[in-house]
């Protein structure tokens, strides 16, 4: 379980007899040392996205619940005019510091969210089948393939939904993005509703 969500004890878990756990397994991990920020601007202005293009090496998504990536970067679409772009935390600062230098007077907005959001990363054959015990999104294949990102409910919590990637072998691995405030309360969930398939925790260096 990551770091600071350990000092919080989960509640008590229903016991799960053994010889009904289904044999496709699921990983469950925290997204530690990603930073993110959230980016606003108008798709329509050419000087705007040849900026943040320029400094990001990735051409912003503008199709709806969609998403682009470059190496370690990724922006994900969440409105006509907002972005999250994710990175590697020790990049935050130079990329918030290049994108606000080359957009100058352009009309924008950006905003530092990493300790405001928390990353999951939940993985396996049976990811979508925990994800459907609480998530209204149609998450089959051909409604939400690789790529697609959206924003939703998950056991009554506001999530950003990504489906980084779909290997027909390893199944699909999700990243979730979450409220701080909501992070112990999912991750209890998630971890209580990935028991019948053999959750498996795992830690990210």
């Given at each position: 379980?990551?770091?600071?969500?350990?000092?919080?004890?989960?509640?008590?878990?229903?016991?799960?007899?053994?010889a009904?756990?289904?044999?496709r397994?699921?990983?469950?991990?925290?997204?530690?040392?990603?930073?993110?920020?959230?980016?606003?601007?108008?798709?329509?202005?050419?000087?705007?996205?040849?900026?943040?293009?320029?400094?990001?090496?990735?051409?912003?998504?503008?199709?709806?619940?969609?998403?682009?990536?470059?190496?370690?970067?990724?922006?994900?679409?969440?409105?006509?005019?907002?972005?999250?772009?994710?990175?590697?935390?020790?990049?935050?600062?130079?990329?918030?510091?290049?994108?606000?230098?080359?957009?100058?007077?352009?009309?924008?907005?950006?905003?530092?969210?990493?300790?405001?959001?928390?990353?999951?990363?939940?993985?396996?054959?049976?990811?979508?089948?925990?994800?459907?015990?609480?998530?209204?999104?149609d998450?089959?294949p051909?409604?939400?393939?690789?790529?697609?990102?959206?924003?939703?409910?998950?056991?009554?919590?506001?999530?950003?939904?990504?489906?980084?990637?779909?290997?027909?072998?390893?199944?699909?691995?999700?990243?979730?993005y979450?409220?701080?405030s909501?992070?112990?309360?999912?991750?209890?969930?998630?971890?209580?509703?990935?028991?019948?398939?053999?959750?498996?925790?795992?830690?990210?260096?």
């Amino acid at each position: 379980m990551p770091d600071h969500l350990a000092a919080r004890s989960l509640p008590p878990r229903a016991a799960i007899d053994p010889a009904r756990v289904r044999p496709r397994g699921i990983r469950l991990a925290e997204r530690t040392g990603l930073g993110k920020i959230d980016l606003r601007g108008d798709p329509a202005d050419r000087a705007f996205m040849a900026a943040v293009g320029r400094c990001l090496d990735l051409l912003l998504p503008t199709e709806p619940c969609s998403s682009a990536s470059q190496g370690q970067v990724t922006a994900l679409w969440l409105g006509p005019d907002q972005w999250l772009v994710t990175c590697p935390a020790s990049d935050t600062v130079f990329f918030i510091s290049t994108l606000r230098e080359a957009l100058g007077e352009a009309h924008h907005a950006l905003s530092e969210v990493t300790d405001g959001r928390v990353a999951f990363g939940l993985a396996g054959p049976s990811a979508r089948d925990v994800l459907a015990k609480g998530c209204p999104l149609d998450l089959h294949p051909r409604a939400f393939p690789a790529g697609c990102c959206a924003q939703s409910l998950l056991a009554k919590a506001s999530v950003l939904i990504h489906l980084v990637e779909d290997d027909p072998q390893a199944g699909p691995s999700f990243d979730l993005y979450v409220g701080r405030s909501f992070s112990h309360y999912l991750w209890a969930w998630l971890e209580d509703a990935g028991l019948e398939y053999g959750v498996q925790i795992e830690r990210e260096e």
